[in-house]
């Protein structure tokens, strides 16, 4: 059965049973090995068990019944509400080898279910962006109407709230900044403030909305950007920030370093820096 579900399972006990910290990310690089002369790690003991083997069948079960409950209630928010007393029966069976459904009528029926799962998720999507897109219009024009706000061609608003000094940064300057960047609704999604330290980062290197804004201060300046969804993420999204999010950066410039001029033409990062991701 090549179901997204029996696979999402299948990694899920194997992250367990290996004692992953993450269930589906995998390091970077390989463990190493521990030494020879060092003991397995021993369970912590439990008197409602009999044996080691009891409480670790039982602690797999508990696993996997609290991502199967957390799995139910992403796909309420979705529409779709299946019977819990179903799922349990259905595992059981299983284990008793008595169940109600073929195998081939299984890997159908998880199919179409798939399928389900898939459209409304791409519905919800569709929505989701439709009402981002409004609220986002909504919010841009009420922060327009605030003293010193200006508003590029592009659809960039930007308010300078300290000038700073010297020249502003060019695309292959490589800046050192403190921001914080939230929703509209100030949900905050990243903080340099709060990680305790800078972002260093190439201005080229970043979403549209912060190449071209940060052009707009000086060093030690002061800057709050309102970035529409073309110059941030725009339909896709990333975790953390939806689909046509209009996103809002308080941003304190702290350093530019030019680019040596062997370096001027250097391509741009593929990968934008942990000021436009979300936490």
Known sequence: MKSLFKVTLLAT??????????????????????????????????????????????????????????????????GITLDKQQLI?????????????????????????????????QAKMEKDAKENTEKGSAFAAKFAKEKGVKKTESGLMYQVEKEGTGDVPKDSDTVVVNYKGTLIDGSEFDNSYTRGEPLSFRLDG????????????????????????????????????????????????LDIKPAAKADANAPAPTEAPAATESK
């Open 13 to 78: 006990t194997m992250a367990v049973a290996l004692n992953a910290s993450q269930v589906f990310a995998a390091p970077a690089t390989a463990a190493p090995s521990a030494p020879a002369e060092q003991a397995p790690q021993q369970a912590p003991k439990n008197a409602a068990f009999k044996n080691e083997d009891q409480q670790s069948a039982y602690a797999l079960g508990a696993s996997l019944g609290r991502y199967m409950e957390n799995s139910l209630k992403e796909q309420e928010k979705l």
């Open 89 to 121: 029966s259905g595992v059981q069976d299983a284990f008793a080898g008595k169940s109600k459904l073929s195998d081939q009528e299984i890997e159908q029926t998880l199919q179409a279910f798939e399928g389900r799962v898939k459209t409304a998720a």
């Open 206 to 253: 970043v979403i549209p909305g912060w190449t071209e804004g940060l052009k707009h201060v000086k060093k030690g300046g002061k800057i709050k950007l309102v970035i529409p969804p073309q110059l941030a993420y725009g339909k896709n999204g990333v975790p953390g920030i939806p689909a046509n999010s209009t996103l809002v950066f308080d941003v304190e410039l």
